[in-house]
């Protein structure tokens, strides 16, 4: 092994029985773990509503939403249907709870004004792929070691699962279906690929397959995975575009007009471009 492979070898400290094990524990959402994301929800809600910041990371934090994504992307990889299945089962009952508790928070609170926390969250870009692929290859690879590392809570605010649910909970409750459909898709991104990242550094591991799974439903499995990142992605591609086009435009606006206003001695209030 060569110096700059020992460097960046990450086979050494991986424990597989112990990753399959852990994971396959986290992905049950029961008991306490229900109460978990109900409070994170509910954290993340009011963290929106109030343009906390300190508060949402609090939310991202203790959320439990990152195990069944991982389980996700695990199960695919060693060929386990009823790790997929638990997986996908309570990755969608979190969801759904965690839309209901935000919709029934922004249905009661008072304010309910778009905050800029909000609209953060409303317009996912390329660049929100590259932080859920790169941040779930974190995620897996501190999993799999043998000792504990501090890794996850890092993930778990950089990718922010938690936050987006709330935002779309938030289109709901008000009727801002844009607002929903963009926080969903922010959401989407997040899932899919921290997967994806889960599914490609587990078989770079060479994690143990199941038995008694034949080579077509793992090709199989294999294209329907690289089919859903291809068509999550193209559109993410469309909304940098649009962003980066976004900003030129206001970067002209300011040259050419506000520039010349302000030169006259004259005070810009706000400005809004559409």
């Not at 954290?43 to 195990?67: H, K, R, W, Y």
């Not at 638990?86 to 990755?91: I, K």
């Not at 962003?243 to 300011?254: D, F, G, M, N, T």
Request: include cysteine; proline fraction near 3%.
């Amino acid at each position: 092994m060569t110096f700059l492979q020992k460097i960046f070898s990450i086979h050494e400290g991986t424990d597989k029985e112990k990753t399959i094990r852990d994971v396959s524990e986290g992905v049950n959402l029961r008991g306490y773990n229900i109460w978990i994301l109900i409070c994170s929800a509910m954290l993340a809600s009011i963290g929106l509503d109030t343009n906390s910041t300190a508060v949402i990371i609090g939310a991202m934090l203790i959320s439990p939403l990152m195990s069944p994504i991982l389980g996700v992307g695990l199960s695919i990889a060693i060929h386990d249907k009823e790790l997929l299945f638990r997986s996908v089962r309570n990755l969608s009952i979190a969801v759904v709870l965690s839309l209901a508790t935000s919709v029934f928070f922004f249905l009661l609170t008072p304010l309910r004004d778009v905050t800029s926390e909000i609209q953060a969250r409303t317009y996912p870009t390329l660049l929100d792929v590259l932080i859920a692929l790169f941040g779930g290859i974190a995620g897996i690879v501190s999993a799999s070691r043998s000792e504990k590392t501090t890794a996850i809570p890092g993930v778990a605010i950089a990718t922010a699962l938690m936050p987006p649910l709330c935002t779309a909970g938030y289109g709901i409750a008000t009727s801002q279906w844009s607002y929903f459909f963009g926080a969903f898709y922010l959401f989407f991104i997040n899932a899919v690929f921290i997967s994806l990242a889960t599914f490609l550094i587990t078989k770079y591991l060479k994690f143990h397959e199941k038995e008694y799974v034949d080579q077509r439903l793992q090709k199989l499995y294999s294209r329907w995975f690289t089919a859903l990142a291809i068509i999550v992605i193209l559109p993410s591609i469309y909304f940098l575009y649009t962003v980066y086009k976004k900003e030129s435009a206001r970067k002209q606006l300011q040259v050419l007009v506000l520039d010349q206003i302000q030169s006259g001695g004259n005070e810009i209030l706000k400005w809004e471009l559409q």
